[in-house]
């Protein structure tokens, strides 16, 4: 079935350090993707998502490329600061079905 | 716009009790989905409402049920508690049927059984 694998966390960084997560996918039809980020005691936010091939989502910095070919949606920032400290989750949607979750990454960055 | 709003925000029951978790949805949205967070299972699709119908379930024993009103508003039970059921139970809801529209998620409903 339909699978999302993120890297194991957690994360740590120094400000302004550059960020990548890695989120690869399984999926037998053209899935949407997607990253949420959740802070401490709080639901889930949407971070970014891109809905085919080649697409970038971008948002407060952070940017991740739908790549096909890699089956691929690796969360990128160039400068990290400490308020981005939280649990970063990847997620596909196949078409009429339902979101699936990666594990989560918990990123810390330290001052 | 208002987000997705979930009550209670916290709650405690005992073992063999029941319980009800509300969620209203963002204004115009039709579609109400539910999912449980726990540290061991990661996050899990429970069901799906679009226009008062489930439209799509998991894998989960029929002790939770859900339903949706006429106004998208709708409602989680889960009857005769269990100690694993506890969890943060989170409810997202989209305008339209799932594909590529996006879930905006609520705070969620965390629920302790004791």
């Known amino acids: 079935g339909d699978s999302v694998t993120q890297m194991e966390g957690p994360v740590t960084l120094s400000e302004e350090a550059f960020l990548t997560i890695n989120c690869t996918y399984t999926a037998t039809g053209y899935p949407s993707l997607f990253w949420y980020v959740q802070y401490p005691g709080e639901g889930l936010q949407l971070l970014l998502k891109a809905t085919k091939a080649d697409d970038k989502g971008s948002n407060k910095g952070f940017e991740a490329t739908y790549r096909k070919e890699t089956t691929s949606f690796h969360l990128e920032k160039g400068s990290v600061q400490v308020s981005d400290s939280a649990v970063y989750f990847c997620a596909l949607f196949p078409p009429l079905d339902k979101l699936i979750f990666g594990t989560g990454t918990r990123l810390q960055v330290f001052p | 716009k208002a987000g997705v709003t979930q009550t209670p925000r916290y709650l405690i029951k005992t073992r063999g009790q029941q319980v009800t978790l509300s969620c209203s949805p963002i204004?115009?949205?039709?579609?109400v989905s539910w999912y449980q967070q726990t540290p061991g299972q990661g996050l899990q699709f429970l069901f799906e409402?679009?226009?008062?119908?489930?439209?799509n379930k998991g894998n989960f024993p029929g002790r939770f049920s859900g339903r949706q009103f006429s106004n998208s508003r709708s409602e989680m039970n889960v009857s005769t508690l269990e100690l694993g059921d506890s969890a943060l139970y989170l409810c997202?809801?989209?305008?339209?049927?799932?594909?590529?529209?996006?879930?905006?998620f609520g705070p969620g409903t965390r629920l302790t059984v004791l």
């Open positions: 409402y679009f226009s008062e119908t489930q439209r």
């Open positions: 997202a809801s989209s305008p339209g049927a799932s594909g590529t529209d996006t879930q905006y």
């Open positions: 204004s115009g949205h039709r579609s």
